[in-house]
């Protein structure tokens, strides 16, 4: 088991508290860190879980991490979700640029980061139980665009619960013309009425929409949804939660894109200061 827990959340009231607190939700409260953003309208917005350990089986002694990111956020949810997770070994590959996150990560938690526990962190190899690490890993506090358009690829599937008009225009722009968008009618009923976002919706070879679990995805009418709850909503009852772009390449081979990130400007980081994410 882990030594010591650290949850980040927002400081705008993100936890929810119990109708009935007890000495177990006290204990709790030295387990919570609140997260200031920088700048007014960015949003706290990562799910992970990175955790040391010390396994029973194995080298004696030897710490190891696993690390867990995502779309789930940490509350009961029937929704389709999509995450991945790698843990260190020995035998694993180095990710330089992975492992010099995870200090501001740390430091972010309110951990203080000791010499020797900097160098373990250094020197982690990682490995998957899949043939393949992530090229890449995105942890809170980087600046930039989520997802990376590959001029290579010949085919997209767009996945997001929430959309926005400039993502539309990204799409437009930046991805193959055999494209398609997977996304709930809520998000579909809150964009603009133009015939400008029209055109880009016209755009994907088809838009379909996932609800909860046991519901099959469906063509849209547009216009005929109910209103999402925004960006941040935890409810858990979105149907689908999942954020991801997947492109099809020209050796029969898909990259997936996924983490926290909504197909948003916001969650994007598109001309605007971009949430905190994961991916």
Known sequence: PAKKTRTLSTPAGRVQVPKR???????????VADVRMPKRGQHWHPKLALVRYVPVEGARG???????LG???????????????MRTEPRGHRLPKLNAQ?????????????PALAREIASMKWVTDGESLPSRVLLPGRDGPRWVAQPAAHEALVVSPFLDATMLEWSLLHLPRQRELLTTRAALADLPRTDATLQRLLAFRRVLTLGP???Q????????????EGDDAIDGELGLHAKALCLAQSDATWTIQFGSANATRRGQGIDVPPNAEVG
Do not use: K, Q
């Open 21 to 31: 607190i007890g000495p177990f939700h006290a204990l709790l409260l030295d387990y």
């Open 62 to 68: 030897v710490p190891c991490w696993s690390l867990w």
């Open 71 to 85: 779309s789930h956020n940490l509350v009961r949810s029937t929704s389709w979700e999509l995450g991945g997770s």
């Open 102 to 114: 995870i200090p501001d990560l740390l430091r972010d938690a309110g951990f203080a980061l000791e």
């Open 213 to 215: 679990p046991g519901e």
């Open 217 to 228: 995805a469906s063509t849209v009418n547009f216009g005929d949804a109910e209103r999402s």
